[in-house]
């Protein structure tokens, strides 16, 4: 029993484990990229970056260190964001109402997300000008 379970606080939805679990996160990944791709415009426009980038740093001519330098920034701008979005959607669950905490939550969110893209003309630049 982990401590958890010992002291009733384990999650209801924990119940699978080993290849079944793995079997269903892999459903679950991919209901949130669908939800993401629907629900929120920057992913959606970020998503599409990515499908024109990525095959860009295929034959640009660097080596492959550079090449998955650029590939790795591009896909940081699609984790940042997912986390972004999900930040803002469990703000927006609890409540609708403005509150400075919320707001700051946001705004992180929207640096980290600016952050990413800037490490990627970063990124992009040193490798293509280095």
């Known amino acids: 029993m982990t401590n ?3 002291s ?3 999650s209801p939805f924990k119940g699978k484990t080993g290849l079944a679990r793995l079997w269903r996160a892999l459903f679950y990944s991919r ?3 669908r939800a993401a791709y629907r629900h929120e415009d920057a992913f959606r426009q970020e998503a599409w970056l990515a ?3 990525v095959p860009l740093a295929f034959v ?3 080596g492959n260190l550079g090449r998955a330098l650029m590939i790795a920034s591009i896909m940081l701008v699609l984790i940042v964001e997912l ?3 999900a930040i803002e959607a469990a703000i927006d669950r609890i409540s609708l109402e403005h509150h400075d905490l919320s707001k700051r939550a946001k705004d992180i969110g929207s640096a980290a997300v600016m952050i ?3 490490n990627v003309i970063v990124t992009w ?3 293509l000008l280095g």
């Open 4 to 6: 958890d379970e010992q």
């Open 8 to 10: 009733g606080n384990a």
């Open 31 to 33: 209901d949130g990229l």
């Open 51 to 53: 499908l024109a980038l």
């Open 60 to 62: 640009m001519p660097v």
């Open 83 to 85: 986390i972004n979005s």
């Open 116 to 118: 990413a893209l800037l």
């Open 125 to 127: 630049s040193l490798v």
